[in-house]
């Protein structure tokens, strides 16, 4: 075939009889084996895109061919295939589209033929309307007619997903006046869709990509809209909850389209088949989907040409809908209430036009009602129905901070504004039992709050006030978590009245002693659990955090050095909050962490340190390891979300605190009072030192690898470390340095120049330290600590020595008094770790 190809391409007009010759031999090679034709088209290669006039008007020919062939039924499906490939080539005119659809239209029947033929009848009309939407033009009636009649009958999903994507460009770039009924026939007549994919289905396509492609055509121009409109509204009736939700998404996608003066001879039954599918929904999809799809139409008409005048669209569609649901609301206590104000919320929420009508219209009758009635049940479902204006009113006209929405309007509830606050105010400090009343009060103020200037200064104030005593003094759950949730999303959006009116009572609700804690008890006050639990919801805002620091500080303070303080519950539970809140502040990425940790730790750490250096060495709460762990956890929060050049300062001033012994960074309360030397890294020191080792061995596991770490020679430090770690009586202390050493070989072994110790010293000293029998049992165990976070180290930087050491570690597992402890030690190896070596604490792992 290539060769016949280039003789017949080539041929110059003295060769004309070898190039007849060709041309015979490729026709007859075709008419034997359809399948050729695409061989043909490939063949043809370079010569289709060529710009030599004489090649090109020898690819014309193809077309002629292909076209004439079409006559042929046997060879369809074939030279369709050809004809989509020819018709993605840059010489493929426009001339020689029209000619080629034409043909098609003229000798294809398309629904006589199986799928795959007519898929790429589908395909062919999508390329030339692609690129050469200009010609087709020329034939518009005629190709939009045809085009009709391919698809009659069309029932393959694949073929239908392709043609509706077609109609959508066929409305848009042709006349489809003189067929607009044939084409939405031809394309209603898939309303509603039913296609199920069958369990094996290798294509994909679901019924919603059906439904979608069928809805975009429906709502792709308005000529649709004196067909559709009916047929949609009957659709509606349907028994079907399926069939139902496409009608309604359907219209909704259409009302734009189609336009107010489309819309209004059907306003009546539009509201007819929404409301009953509100009034009675069997699920709360299907109600949501009307009541979307009233707004829409409300919407819509509210830009009608007469709006405001005697024939208002609008004020027509609006009528009946408010004197049905007013109907219901004069018992608001009963089921079609409720649905009676999401009905008004959706249609106010509308627009502008639609929310002032329907507030005139409603709002002083509610009022009323509300006024006259006697019963808490009644009360509440009226208050349910405000809230849902005050709902609307935020969505159409923004809340408070908003500056996207129109200055221009105001809300018109805004007339009502005074009589609502009383409503929500007295429901508050309602003193019957019926707390669902008080609950309305609550949402009702804060959805007042919430609005864009409708609240004055003094009026968000007072409710503030409301939600804190709330808080701090009801004995409702419910209420107390609406009131608190309430605070929290006001201090995001208003920080300053929160931390006025809010943060004070709270910190003042807060033990400062053990006498305190002891009084709280006697007179039930708020646990302090409960009032840091509402510290941490409403203190995520940064500056109101900053507030919050100091706060909590200084109870800690003040408890710690209360003489008859004996638990540190309480202050653990006050640094907690420090730590959720830090934690909240680094997963959004707050850019004022590295201030804490220059401000924050140093504090924490003079708390903790400060007991260990007094003369007398009796107990005192921040010695606990609990809250060595806290602080522990706050600095490592602090340290892994700040760069290397913060570390960088930082790290100078904990190896000033913890290796040379110098407080003079701490707070002067520490050093006014220090008696004795603090050195934390000795397995001589006092045990509250010893144990506030873990702060040290926290911060080195925080470094990021960039980070230089203020020492001479590190080999030797390290070495220091290690000696420590074995020697001592004290495991916290143990297992704090073990960490610390398997931190430093592992991140800053930089070009490996700890690598002559790691093998040569370190690794070969311990085993022989963990095989002494005549050492101490306890020596061996802390050898083999030490051992067993080494391997860790270097098994997870790939070095070679890390899998010798894993493989001796198995070989102590059937050593006497050992082998749990380095079977254990070996599920430390293999596995992660929650705070040490981690991705999140920058370790080397590859």
């Known amino acids: 075939m290539d060769r016949l190809i280039s003789t017949y391409i080539l041929a110059q007009t003295d060769s004309q009889e070898q190039a007849d010759a060709a041309i015979q031999d490729i026709v007859k090679d075709v008419g034997t084996s359809p399948a050729k034709l695409l061989s043909l088209v490939q063949g043809l290669g370079e010569y289709l895109t060529s710009d030599e006039a004489f090649v090109r008007s020898k690819v014309n020919v193809l077309v002629e061919f292909y076209c004439d062939r079409l006559a042929d039924q046997a060879c369809v499906p074939e030279l369709l295939k050809g004809l989509v490939a020819l018709s993605k080539f840059d010489k493929f005119t426009g001339v020689d589209c029209v000619k080629v659809v034409k043909a098609i239209l003229a000798l294809v029947n398309v629904q006589t ?49 392709l043609a509706f994507q077609l109609i959508k460009k066929i409305i848009r770039e042709f006349d489809i006046a003189q067929h607009v009924e044939d084409l939405f026939e031809v394309t209603f007549c898939y309303f509603p869709i039913t296609f199920r994919p069958p369990p094996d289905d290798p294509y994909g396509i679901t019924s919603e990509h059906l439904k979608i492609g069928l809805r975009d055509c429906l709502s792709a121009t308005p000529y ?23 009608s309604m998404e359907t219209i909704a996608a259409c009302v734009p389209v189609y336009g107010s003066s489309a ?70 206590e009963l089921k079609l209430a409720k649905p009676s104000g999401k009905i008004l919320k959706a249609c106010a929420m509308a627009s502008d036009p639609a929310f002032t009508s329907i507030t005139l219209a409603t709002i002083p009758t509610l009022l009323s009602q509300y006024t006259s009635s006697e019963q808490s049940t009644r009360k509440k479902a009226l208050l349910d129905v405000l809230l849902d204006f005050l709902d609307a009113s935020r969505a159409l006209y923004g809340s408070a901070g908003d500056s996207k929405h129109d200055a221009d309007f105001v809300t018109p509830p805004l007339t009502f504004k005074d009589r ?50 709330i808080v701090l003094e009801d004995p409702d759950v419910e209420l107390q978590e609406t009131a608190l949730n309430s605070l929290a999303s006001l201090a995001l959006i208003m920080p300053n009245v929160i931390r006025t009116m809010a943060l004070p009572p709270l910190f003042e609700m807060l033990p400062s002693s053990q006498s305190d804690m002891e009084v709280d008890t006697v007179i039930q006050k708020k646990s302090p659990e409960y009032i840091l639990n509402a510290v941490t919801k409403i203190g995520l805002e940064p500056t109101l955090f900053a507030d919050i620091v100091p706060h909590i500080l200084e109870k800690v303070d003040l408890v710690s050095s209360d003489p008859h303080s004996s638990s540190a519950t309480y202050p653990i539970s006050l640094l907690t909050t420090l730590l959720v809140l830090l934690r909240k502040k680094a997963e959004l990425k707050h850019s004022d962490i590295p201030q804490y940790l220059d401000q924050l730790v140093p504090r924490l750490l003079g708390m903790c340190i400060f007991p260990t250096v007094c003369a007398d060495d009796a107990d005192h709460i921040m010695k606990k390891p609990e809250i060595l762990d806290v602080v522990a956890r706050i600095t490592r929060i602090l340290m892994i979300h700040v760069d290397a050049d913060v570390q960088n300062e930082f790290i100078k001033a904990i190896f000033a605190i913890f290796v040379d012994g110098n407080l003079s960074v701490l707070p002067s309360k520490v050093q006014d009072v220090q008696q004795v030397p603090f050195t934390p890294l000795r397995s001589d020191s006092r045990v509250s030192q010893q144990n506030a080792s873990v702060l040290f061995a926290t911060v080195i596991d925080g470094c990021r690898q960039q980070v230089t770490l203020p020492v001479e020679n590190l080999q030797q430090f390290t070495g220091s470390l290690v000696e420590v770690a074995i020697k001592t009586a004290n495991t916290t202390q143990r297992a704090a340095l073990s960490k610390t050493v398997a931190t430093i070989l592992n991140k800053f072994n930089k070009a490996n120049v700890l690598q002559p110790f790691i093998s040569q010293t370190l690794v070969p000293e311990l085993h022989n330290r963990i095989l002494q029998e005549h050492a101490s049992i306890e020596e061996r165990e802390a050898a083999l600590t030490m051992y067993i976070w080494v391997t860790k180290a270097m098994v997870l930087s790939t070095s070679a020595i890390g899998y010798d050491m894993a493989g001796e570690l198995m070989n102590i597992f059937s050593v006497p008094h050992l082998g749990k402890t380095a079977a254990d030690g070996f599920k430390l190896v293999i596995g992660e770790q929650q705070y040490v070596l981690t991705k999140e604490t920058f370790a080397v792992i590859r």
């Not at 020329?138 to 997903?161: A, T």
């Not at 809209?225 to 496409?246: H, I, N, Q, V, W």
């Not at 024939?311 to 609301?329: S, V």
Request: hydrophobic letters at 40%; one cysteine or more; a negative charge.
């Open 224 to 246: 649709f809209a004196k067909f559709a409109l009916p047929l949609l509204l009957e659709k509606l009736s349907s028994s079907s909850g399926s069939a139902k939700k496409d």
């Open 113 to 161: 033929y199986q799928q795959t033929a007519r898929h790429y009848v589908f395909l062919l009309f999508e390329s030339v309307i692609n690129r050469h939407t200009q010609n087709l033009r020329s034939m518009s009636s005629d190709f939009v007619f045809g085009f009709i009649q391919c698809l009659d009958g069309e029932k393959d999903p694949r073929n239908l997903l």
């Open 420 to 469: 609502f606050f009383e409503l929500f105010t007295n429901a508050i400090m309602s003193s019957n039992e019926y707390n669902a009343l008080r609950l309305a009060g609550v949402k009702g103020l804060h959805g007042m709050i919430l609005l864009r200037e409708f609240l004055s200064e003094t009026e968000i104030s007072y409710s503030v006030r409301y939600f804190v005593n």
């Open 263 to 332: 819309l209004t001879p059907y306003a009546e039954e539009l509201w007819s088949g929404l409301q009953n599918e509100i009034f009675h929904a069997t699920g709360d999809e299907l109600e949501q989907v009307a009541l979307n799809t009233l707004q829409i139409i409300t919407t819509e008409l509210s830009m009608g040409v007469n709006l405001g005048g005697s024939n208002d669209p609008l004020e027509k569609f609006l009528r009946p809908i408010i004197a049905d649901c007013m109907t219901q609301l004069q018992q608001p």
